[in-house]
C-alpha cells in the first residue's frame, strides 16, 4: 500500500513550536518515526509539507491514481478550508485526518474541521503516535500491507 502524508502550516516547526502543547520532537523525527513504521508494515511512504494552501491542493492531487491513501494533519487549514475538503473529495482516496493535540480541548474554533466530511477517521490528542495509528487505520493495522 502506497499512503501519502500530508502536513500543513507550521508543522516542519516541531520541536520549536510550542513544545508544550506539540513536544520536544521535530519534524525530522516525526518523518524518521513513520519511516521506520512504514519499513515494518510493508507500507510504502512519501512526505509532503506546505505553509501553503494551493500548494496542499496540489499534492492531495497529485496522490490521484499514484496512491492509495492519504493521512493528513492541516494544521490550522483545519477550520478555514473548503479547498482541502474538495481536493479530498475529487480525489476519492481513503484518508484519515491527524491533529497532534486535542483539538477538542483547545479553542472553541478548533472543534471546526472542514476536511472530516471526506475522511473516514479523525486521530486527535494522540501526540505523533497518531500518525501511526493512521496508517494502521488505512493499511488494516496488518504487517505486510504494501506486498501482494
Given at each position: 500500500?502506497?499512503?501519502?502524508?500530508?502536513?500543513?502550516?507550521?508543522?516542519?516547526?516541531?520541536?520549536?513550536?510550542?513544545?508544550?502543547?506539540?513536544?520536544?520532537?521535530?519534524?525530522?523525527?516525526?518523518?524518521?518515526?513513520?519511516?521506520?513504521?512504514?519499513?515494518?508494515?510493508?507500507?510504502?511512504?512519501?512526505?509532503?509539507?506546505?505553509?501553503?494552501?494551493?500548494?496542499?491542493?496540489?499534492?492531495?492531487?497529485?496522490?490521484?491514481?499514484?496512491?492509495?491513501?492519504?493521512?493528513?494533519?492541516?494544521?490550522?487549514?483545519?477550520?478555514?478550508?473548503?479547498?482541502?475538503?474538495?481536493?479530498?473529495?475529487?480525489?476519492?482516496?481513503?484518508?484519515?485526518?491527524?491533529?497532534?493535540?486535542?483539538?477538542?480541548?483547545?479553542?472553541?474554533?478548533?472543534?471546526?474541521?472542514?476536511?472530516?466530511?471526506?475522511?473516514?477517521?479523525?486521530?486527535?490528542?494522540?501526540?505523533?503516535?497518531?500518525?501511526?495509528?493512521?496508517?494502521?487505520?488505512?493499511?488494516?493495522?496488518?504487517a505486510d500491507a504494501g506486498k501482494d
Open positions: 500500500m502506497k499512503i501519502l502524508v500530508i502536513n500543513g502550516p507550521n508543522l516542519n516547526m516541531l520541536g520549536i513550536r510550542e513544545p508544550g502543547l506539540y513536544g520536544q520532537e521535530s519534524y525530522a523525527d516525526l518523518l524518521e518515526m513513520i519511516r521506520k513504521h512504514a519499513e515494518e508494515t510493508g507500507t510504502e511512504v512519501s512526505f509532503y509539507q506546505s505553509n501553503h494552501e494551493g500548494d496542499l491542493v496540489d499534492a492531495i492531487q497529485g496522490a490521484w491514481g499514484t496512491q492509495d491513501g492519504i493521512v493528513i494533519n492541516p494544521g490550522a487549514y483545519t477550520h478555514t478550508s473548503v479547498a482541502l475538503l474538495d481536493a479530498l473529495k475529487a480525489v476519492n482516496l481513503p484518508a484519515v485526518e491527524v491533529h497532534i493535540t486535542d483539538v477538542d480541548e483547545r479553542e472553541p474554533f478548533r472543534k471546526i474541521s472542514y476536511i472530516r466530511a471526506a475522511c473516514r477517521r479523525t486521530i486527535s490528542g494522540h501526540g505523533l503516535r497518531g500518525y501511526l495509528e493512521a496508517m494502521d487505520e488505512l493499511t488494516g493495522g496488518c
